[in-house]
């Protein structure tokens, strides 16, 4: 989400409103990023970000937007044909044997035009309000959002060239600009915007200009505070001064996510347009092959997870996980490590025969390692790990 064409000045000048360990600086090949001043060690912050615009639930929006749908096309054509299908059923059932075969095409048919026609709706709603909340930011807040890398400004190259929004030939002046900030505005959105928790995305000035790393050394935590989004970036791996801050764009471990280096590079070529030269990506072969092989396993396992009903099998599935998660420093996301511990320690409470107060004690001090680096100590999480270490604590000095 680096910026081409950035004010690099003035976002380092905005940038004393929140932390001065790093500057936006020039980085080769990549445009712009953000570069340490200074030696920063595990779970520092580095920038506390305040959202500047949000979509409240972003219905895939990426990917429609990806996807080269256009904003104005109208529904009613789509409407329109489902009544002609509809019909259609009605006279084949009236005139043809074979009704059935006709009324499952038929009923399918509608039911994928219902789908398109409320997600196009959806899509053209999340523009609507993306449009009214950038109208309503001052002037300056505007051009800074225009300021911004807008990476995916052009058609997708692997679809058909299909204009966003339809070129404004015959519209009157208004129109034609409303359409070209929209454009731009939805561009600009796409690129930098965070996905928060709940379906949230959310555009932060200063937090869009950390670049992308498959092993990153930042990682990064949405928060909401009086209905206002915030997002924190922490130091999660030592950093020297001069390197570049980096952060994942990447959910690798969800369900399916781009978890290979093949798969994270198709995915970030089209949700980013760039190829990633990261330390994953540029190993050597050999080496890449084996941490992909890693990875796979780890997905492999956390299938296997989802469908399992057997609680010995699934202690010893997340046993390995944890391992695995560690190997590959939490794919990118520490948060990963985080959320096997949690599944790890309530796994084991419910293992039959299983009482070992040291391994427990060991889960909360790793848990309470990265939480504090992750999320720091005034959060629920740390909290709830240290609630846990201390209840043992006090079992094991019952029991003595
Ligand atoms: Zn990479």
Redesign the pocket.
């Known amino acids: 989400m680096s910026g081409s064409t950035t004010q690099q000045n003035d976002l380092n000048n905005n940038q004393n409103k929140t932390n001065k360990c790093f500057k936006v600086w020039k980085i080769p090949g990549k445009g712009y990023g953000c570069v340490a001043t200074e030696d920063l060690e595990p779970g520092q912050l580095v920038l506390h970000d305040t959202e500047i615009l949000h979509l409240s639930h972003d219905y895939k929006f990426k990917e429609w937007y990806l996807r080269g749908e256009r904003l104005d096309e109208s529904c009613s054509a789509i409407l329109f044909r489902q009544i002609f299908v509809i019909v259609s059923i009605l006279l084949a059932t009236y005139f043809l044997p074979y009704i059935g075969l006709i009324l499952i095409f038929g009923v399918q048919k509608i039911w994928n035009d219902i789908k398109n026609v409320r997600s196009k709706l959806n899509y053209q709603k999340s523009a609507r309000e993306l449009l009214l909340g950038f109208n309503s930011l001052s002037s300056e807040d505007q051009s800074a959002v225009c300021s911004l890398s807008s990476t995916l400004s052009t058609p997708p190259t692997n679809r058909p060239q299909q204009p966003l929004v339809t070129p404004p030939t015959n519209k009157p002046q208004q129109q034609q600009s409303e359409s070209c900030v929209m454009q731009n505005i939805i561009a600009v959105f796409c690129t930098n915007s965070f996905a928060l928790e709940d379906g949230v995305s959310a555009l932060f000035l200063h937090a869009s200009r950390f670049n ?4 990153p050394n930042c990682s990064f935590v949405g928060d909401k505070q009086n209905g206002v989004f915030t997002i924190s970036i922490r130091v999660t791996w030592r950093v020297r001064r001069g390197e570049e801050l980096t952060i994942s764009y990447l959910d690798s471990l969800d369900e399916g996510g781009p978890c290979t280096t093949q798969d ?1 590079h198709r995915y970030l070529k089209w949700g980013y347009r760039f190829a ?3 330390t ?2 540029t190993m050597p072969k050999i080496e890449r092959y084996r941490t992909d092989a890693k990875k796979q396993k780890l997905q492999q396992l956390m299938d296997e997870w989802r469908t399992s009903n057997n609680l010995q099998l699934d202690w010893k599935n997340i046993k390995e996980q944890l391992i695995l998660l560690v190997q590959l420093y939490g794919c990118g996301k520490p948060e990963y490590i985080v959320s096997t511990l949690d599944i790890a320690w309530n796994t084991y409470q419910k293992v039959d025969g299983e009482d070992d107060i040291e391994l427990e004690k060991v889960l909360a001090y790793i848990a309470l390692h990265w939480c504090n680096i992750i999320y720091s100590s005034e959060h629920t999480n740390f909290k709830l790990w240290t609630e846990r270490l201390q209840n043992l604590n006090n079992d094991q000095e019952f029991m003595s």
């Not at 992308?212 to 092993?215: A, E, F, N, P, V």
């Open positions: 992308h790393s498959c092993r994270r990633c030269n990261c994953d990506c």
